[in-house]
């Protein structure tokens, strides 16, 4: 069942939650917590709270559970045709629904924060450029195309592009221009915007 403790891991990740914090909101304990991402089997109980608290269909997760069933394909499918799903494995994206040219989907090719791995796919706000504490942002890096994400740091005298990653060193610029400079340099930087929801296919 890797893949579906896979699942659910990504699933925590793309809404920035830690292990402690999904422990706690689920009523679970820590340890069991990394065990439900690793190959332990979840109770229904549980995939509830972990649906609603993670903001997908419930729907969605039981489905990835069936596809890492090992009842017999016949009961497998039975199983789906009973749920009659609209789509099959497909998150919800309700922020995309709004104002059209705001949002932009692309694939993270470059190593980033260490919350969202190389090979996901951001949903970006890009009319959100202010920078919020503990936001993750998404760069279209000027040099080779690629994209990232990094969340921003702006004191008065830094601005920090802080990723978390052994593979990666965070940024650091001296601002002494203030706002002007700092739009400058996230400018350079090739900033497209606030993420607003990230996701790995399995």
């Known amino acids: ?34 065990k439900y991402e ?11 709270e972990f649906a609603a608290l993670v903001d997908v269909p419930f729907i969605d997760i039981l489905l ?8 017999s394909q016949g009961a497998v499918n039975l199983a ?9 494995g497909v998150y919800e994206i ?22 969202i791995p190389p090979g996901a796919t951001v949903f ?16 279209l890096n000027p040099m080779n195309r690629e994209h990232f994400a990094a969340k921003l740091v702006l004191t008065a005298t830094k601005l920090k592009l802080v990723f978390d990653n052994t593979e990666r060193k965070d940024l650091v610029f001296s601002v002494e221009g203030g706002e ?17 929801k990230a996701e790995l296919i399995f």
Do not use: C
């Not at 970006?124 to 760069?139: E, G, L």
């Open 124 to 139: 970006i706000n890009t009319s959100s450029k202010a920078i919020d504490a503990n936001s993750m942002y998404a760069f």
């Open 64 to 71: 990835k559970r069936l596809d890492d069933s090992k009842a």
């Open 180 to 196: 002007t400079e700092s739009r400058y340099i996230l400018k350079t930087l090739g900033l497209l915007g606030k993420i607003v």
């Open 1 to 34: 069942m890797a893949a579906f403790n896979q699942y659910l891991k990504a699933l925590r990740e793309r809404k920035f939650l830690d292990i402690g914090t999904v422990a706690e909101r689920t009523g679970v304990h820590r340890n069991t917590q990394s």
């Open 38 to 48: 690793d190959s332990r089997d979840p109770p229904l109980d549980y995939l509830v």
């Open 80 to 88: 789906i045709s009973s749920l009659e799903p609209e789509k099959s």
């Open 94 to 115: 309700n922020e995309i629904d709004k104002t059209p040219g705001e949002f932009i989907q692309v694939r993270l090719n470059e190593v980033s924060h260490k919350l």
